[in-house]
C-alpha cells in the first residue's frame, strides 16, 4: 500500500500547522513594543471566549483588518503602520502591537495613544499586565560604556535593575520588573547593529512572555496567604482534636464528627485552590525557560534577570508551593486520624459484641436450664394425671382379679412416666426441628 493512498488522520494538518502557528516577529532596531494582557474574572472555566475574540474583531474593524479563523486562538496582521499580535490563552489574552522607531522621551508611549480609549473600556476583564519595550542600536555591547549605562539608571530604578548580555552577547536587556507611574512595566534592550531581525524579535518575544507569565504566577500568592493561614488554624484544631483522641476514653461520635468536618473543608479548600497552584507551577516553569533562553551574561556587576527572580520570584512561588504541600499533608493527617478513629470505634463496636454475645449465651443457657426442668415438672404433672385416670380403670379389674389395686397402680405407674418422657421428648424435637 503506498503513502498516496493511506488515509489522512483528521487532525494532521492541524495539530502540525499549530507548531508554526506563533512565529517570532521580524525587528529592526530602533523599535519598540507594546504588550496588554487582559485577564477576565473568575477561573479559566468560567471565562467567555466569544467575548474575547469580539474585543479583537471590534479592534480589527477600526483598521479594515482580516479576522482570523472563528476557532483561532492566535493571530498577527497588520494594523496600519504597526503589526498586531494577538493570543488567546486558557486564561487571559494578549495584544502586542510592533512598531518601528522610539519616541523621542523614553517610555513616554502608553497603551491608551496605542491603542483607542474607548475600545479599552470595553475589554472583557481587567489588565493583568502592560509592557513596553524599548529598542535600540547600542555601539558599545557588548561592553556597555558609561553613557549607555547611566542611561539604564534614569530609566530604571537603581536597586532594582537588573541586566544581562543575552544570545551569546547580541543584545544587553534591562528591567527593575516595577510598575512605572504610567502603569507600565518597562525592558530596555540595547542591540548590537549586526543582529538578524529573527533573533532580535526572538529576544523581545521573550522578555515579553517572562513578565506576563511572571504576572500569571504572582497570582496564585495571595491564594497562598489565604490557604496557609487557613490551614494553621486547622492544624492547631487537628492537633487539638487528636490529643482527645488519646487522653479521652469516649465521645468517639462526636470527635468523628468533628473531624469529617474538618476533613470536608480541607477538601473543599484544596479544590478551590488545585486550579490556582497549578497554574503558578505551570507559569513559574515557563518563565525560567524563557530566562534560560536568553543564555545570560553578566554586566557591570549587575543582577542578571535569572538572579532576580531567583531572589525576588522564587520565594513567591515556594510559598505558594508550601501552602499546597501543608494543605496535602493536612488532608492526610486528617484521613489518618478519621481512619484511626474508625478503627477505635469498630475496636469498641467489636468488644460490646462480644460481650453482648456472652450475655446472650448466659441467658441461653439459663433458659434451657428452666426449660429442662419445666420438662421435668410436666412430665411429673401429665404422669400424675395419668396414673390417677388408670387407676378409676384398675379399680373394677382389681376387685374383679381380687387383688390390691394400689399394686397395680404401682406396677403401671413406671410404664405410663417412660411413654409421657417420650412424648414430651419427641414433641421438642419436631418443634426444634421445624425452626
Sequence with gaps: MTAERLEDHPQRYALSNELHARPFPELRAPCHAVVLAIKQSGQAENRDPEADRAHLHDLLNRHGADHPPPDGNHFSGRLGRNLLKWERHTEFVTYTIYADGVAGVPFTGSIATTFPRDWLNQAPGKVLTSVLVRVELAESVPDLDEADYDRMRDWFVPESLAMSSVVDQQAIAASDFRIDTAGHVRFALLARADIGPRRLGRIVQRLVEIETYKSMAMLALPAAREVAARVAELDREMTSLVRTMVTSGGGESETLDRLLSMSAEIEALSSSSAFRFGAAE?????????????????????QTLAEFMLRRFDPAMRTCSSAKNRLDELSQRATRAATLLRTRVEVNIAAQNRSLLKSMDRRAALQLRLQQMVEGLSVVAISYYAVSLTGYILA????????????????VAIPIIGVVWWMIRRLRQRVTERR
Design 282 to 302: 505551570a507559569y513559574a516553569a515557563i518563565v525560567h525557560e524563557r530566562i534560560s533562553a536568553l543564555r545570560e551574561e553578566r554586566v557591570k556587576g549587575r
Design 396 to 411: 373394677p379389674i382389681s376387685r374383679h382379679l381380687n387383688a390390691d389395686e394400689a399394686q397395680l397402680q404401682a406396677m
